[in-house]
């Protein structure tokens, strides 16, 4: 059983920063890739940034220069930092990791970005 646990939502004023962390638990194998992907209410699921093993990185245009995604293979964490956030950004973030032939999803954490 492997359980991903995320941290680090909340609500923050436009150009602000918020910094997402997911730790994954349990029987972890070899984790191909880690990612993260948001969905905001009435749109579909957007991938926001993925780092290999390798830590080849990948990034959704519409966060390019903002955010940044790491990851730490010791304590089979990914990160992402969001900086300059926009309301546009605003959603529930889910971390994702590929391991073993199988895809394993946070719970999701929400990501308000409001004046």
């Known amino acids: 059983q492997v359980q991903l646990v995320e941290s680090g939502g909340g609500l923050v004023q436009p150009g602000g920063s918020l910094r997402l962390s997911c730790a994954a638990s349990g029987s972890i194998g070899s984790i191909y890739a880690m990612g993260w992907y948001r969905q905001a209410p009435g749109k579909q699921p957007e991938l926001v940034a993925v780092?290999?093993?390798?830590?080849?990185?990948k990034d959704a245009n519409s966060v390019k220069g903002r955010f940044t995604i790491s990851r730490d293979n010791v304590k089979n964490t990914v990160n992402l930092q969001m900086n300059s956030l926009k309301p546009e950004d605003t959603a529930v973030y889910y971390c994702?990791?590929?391991?073993?032939?199988?895809?394993?999803w946070g719970q999701g954490t929400q990501v308000t970005v409001s004046s």
């Open positions: 994702k990791f590929w391991m073993d032939g199988t895809d394993y």
């Open positions: 780092i290999s093993r390798g830590g080849v990185t």
